[in-house]
């Protein structure tokens, strides 16, 4: 091109080309990231050098590490003096850090049978591209894995199922005339059933029976996921609830929200943990035996709930009032605009926030040693660490506890994340 | 250039308003309104921000509540009672400032959405209506993106799409245009030109003076919440009567 000369006609387009060397891949990486100034080669130094000594430090203690002993001592022994974990106590306490020391041995078949079914049970309601036919086993599971779990006759869960679906299909019919008459009809008829079927089932105890497991012999990691799943996924739902009641107009509705958020955001989970052991007791009827297990749920899910209200309810808010007003424009009813419209953009945002939440409790399930249940942290305490064999062996047991919890939370965690991105529609 | 002759406008009330009032708390938003629309009327409403021309035309589909006097829509009149209020919100479609697309459906699923789950229509039908407003509005093309992915006068001529899937007798815009750049004022005004000639029945809070000499067959100019003057749009605009409207069109006309 000719100096001076505004004209300019181009013939030839230039061909795509890589960056230079120092502009890609690893070498820019590291130039960008480790050494771009002194400062910055000092601090990766530093950091190389922290990694180097835990790893340097910790390396024997995982390798020497011990598989087979019967006891601390023996461990000792084996190692004579050098650093070394006793992994040996893992190994040997399995079956009572996984089931509890109470779950009978030749059953455990069935808590693991139940845990696979779980994953199944959830594929569908996590992956929206699967088969929506599948739901139709996520209903279903609550009931088989009861029956699996606790045991009994399997007619217990049947009509548990069929009082519910039946009481379903009485609401589909009676709501078009009015929501409340609706849902009326539908107690009456699903608790007629139940009584009925509880005639049924008490009559034919032993009617393919699985031996059945009390209450208070569920311990271990199967009692913290137990607690944590069912806590989960009723809190959920009970938590939007919760929150769009209240944000509704009817003041009753709306103060009976308010009060149980506040009263139940306002104290310690371990208070209502007690609660459930000593106080709830006082509040059924005498006669009436409601176990531990359910006392604890019901709690968990209360608490869980109430911080899962105000985490949705912060979704509800960041909405413009726009799509409220486009929903109501469109002529949508209240259930059609927050169904279609309101909730899933809301829930879309809120999702770091239940997720949080529902981490949260999930590792809060470990409280329940305190009230001498024996989930994985209660089995650590007491039945493992207060055995002459296990004295002593912290490292290892919690360790392993811990690495457990991290690795479900961490999962949980990463299919937030990928959730999020899945739903994102705004700059795809 | 006047093509308002050929438009019809028959004796059919479409609107009726008499007496109303509103207030947000103790202020005083519109004061005695009495306003009639016939059916196949192109209302302009115009006036200064704050006047409660928004307010106006957000209390015939009830997003806003009167506490006093009669609005009558399409022979219902508004109550508190929701079965009316979601009646007439079927028969009224209605734009908005920020469009208010529903972002996380598709624009198909947009158009659809309203008339599967108040028409109660099937799918599929719901799909070809959905189509041939979206051709109408010229954008067919972008049928399964989402809003987000749309040019902002894209969005406004989707949502008077999604309003028009609802087969309805009267149309109502707020500030349709005031959201958008110069350039796509045009194709959105353009379309609502389009609506007029095929007979709509429409109420339009706006300030492209344009747009209402050539639809309009009234011009109603607000102030401090009441009807100031009406007139139609030659005489509106050549020979306005009060102070105030001769205020308010010189500033809005004078650049």
């Known amino acids: ?17 890589v960056p230079p060397v120092s502009q890609r891949g690893v070498v820019k990486w590291v130039s960008e990231n480790l050494i771009s100034s002194p400062f910055n080669v000092i601090m990766t130094l530093l950091s190389l050098w922290i990694i180097y000594s835990i790893i340097v430090n910790s390396a024997p203690w995982f390798i020497n590490g011990i598989w087979d002993a019967k006891s601390v001592r023996e461990c000792y022994d084996i190692l004579d003096g050098v650093s070394g974990a006793c992994f040996a106590v893992l190994k040997e306490r399995f079956p009572q850090l996984i089931y509890g020391f109470k779950y009978p041995s030749t059953e455990y078949w069935r808590p693991n049978i139940a845990v696979v079914l779980l994953l199944a049970a959830l594929a569908p309601v996590l992956f929206r591209k699967l088969p929506q036919q599948l739901l139709g086993f996520s209903a279903i599971y609550p009931f088989l894995a009861y029956w699996l779990i606790w045991g009994g006759t399997p007619l217990v869960a049947v009509i548990a199922f069929l009082g519910l679906a039946f009481g379903i299909y009485c609401f589909r019919r009676f709501s078009a005339r009015s929501f409340a008459f609706g849902v009326i009809i539908a107690v009456i008829a699903a608790s007629f059933f139940w009584v009925l079927g509880g005639y049924l089932s008490e009559a034919n105890e032993t009617f393919l029976a699985l031996e059945a497991v009390p209450s208070r012999d569920m311990g271990g990691l199967m009692l913290n996921l137990l607690l944590g799943t069912i806590a989960c996924s009723i809190s959920i739902p009970l938590g939007i609830v919760l929150a ?49 297990i359910l006392r604890v749920i019901i709690m968990m899910t209360f608490f869980n709930s109430a911080y899962i209200a105000e985490v949705v309810r912060g979704g509800l808010a960041a909405l413009p009032t726009g799509q409220y007003e486009a929903a109501n424009s469109l002529g949508l009813d209240y259930a059609q605009s927050m169904r279609l419209i309101i909730l899933p953009q809301a829930l879309k945002i809120s999702i770091p926030g239940i997720v949080n939440v529902s981490v949260g409790m999930l590792k809060d399930t470990t409280l329940v040693s305190i009230i001498s249940m024996f989930d994985l942290v209660g089995m650590i305490r007491g039945p493992i660490l207060a055995t002459s064999e296990w004295n002593g062996v912290y490292w290892e047991l919690f360790g392993c506890a811990a690495a457990i919890f991290f690795v479900i939370c961490f999962s949980i965690s990463k299919y937030s994340q990928w959730l999020e991105r899945q739903l994102e529609t705004s700059n795809r | 250039m006047n093509r308002q002759a050929k438009l019809e406008v028959s004796d059919e009330v479409a609107i009726g308003i008499q007496g109303m009032n509103k207030w947000f708390g103790s202020f005083h938003v519109l004061r005695d309104i ?67 697309l529903f972002p996380h459906l598709t624009i ?16 599929a039908q719901a799909e070809e209506t959905a189509m041939h407003f979206l051709t109408k509005v010229k954008i067919p093309e972008q049928a399964d993106k989402y809003p987000g992915q749309l040019s902002g006068g894209q969005q406004q001529r989707v949502a008077i799409a999604r309003s028009l899937c609802m087969r ?80 308010f069109l010189s500033q809005i006309l004078g650049h």
């Open chain 1, 1 to 17: 091109m000719a100096e001076n000369n505004a004209s300019f006609v181009r013939h030839e387009l230039i061909k795509e080309q």
């Open chain 1, 244 to 292: 769009l009641g209240r944000q509704s107009n009817m003041p009753i509705i709306k103060w009976i929200c308010v009060i149980f958020i506040e009263f139940i955001r306002g104290v310690p989970l371990i208070t209502l943990l007690f609660v459930a052991n000593v106080i709830l007791a006082f509040f059924f009827p005498p006669d009436t035996s409601i176990d531990l």
């Open chain 2, 34 to 100: 009495d306003l009639t629309v016939n059916r196949g009327e192109r209302i302009v409403v115009c006036g200064p921000s704050g006047s409660g021309k928004s307010t106006l035309i957000r209390c015939v589909n009830a997003l806003e509540e009167h506490q006093s006097g009669q609005i009558i829509v399409d022979g219902t009149e508004l109550t508190s009672d929701i079965k009316n209020i979601d009646k007439i919100r079927s028969e009224v479609g209605m734009l908005f400032q920020h469009f208010n």
């Open chain 2, 108 to 123: 198909l699923e947009n158009c659809t959405l309203a008339q599967i789950w108040v028409r109660k229509i099937p799918q």
């Open chain 2, 168 to 247: 309805p007798r009267i149309m109502l815009f707020d500030e349709p245009t005031s959201a958008l750049d110069p350039e796509m004022i045009k194709e959105v005004l353009d379309t609502m030109i389009e609506l007029a000639e095929d007979g709509m029945t429409m109420m339009v809070v706006t300030h492209e003076m344009g747009f209402a000499r050539q639809v309009a067959n009234r011009v109603i100019f607000m102030d401090e919440g009441q009807i100031v003057e009406q007139n139609e749009p030659e005489e509106f605009f050549n020979n306005p009567q009060s102070d105030r409207t001769k205020l």
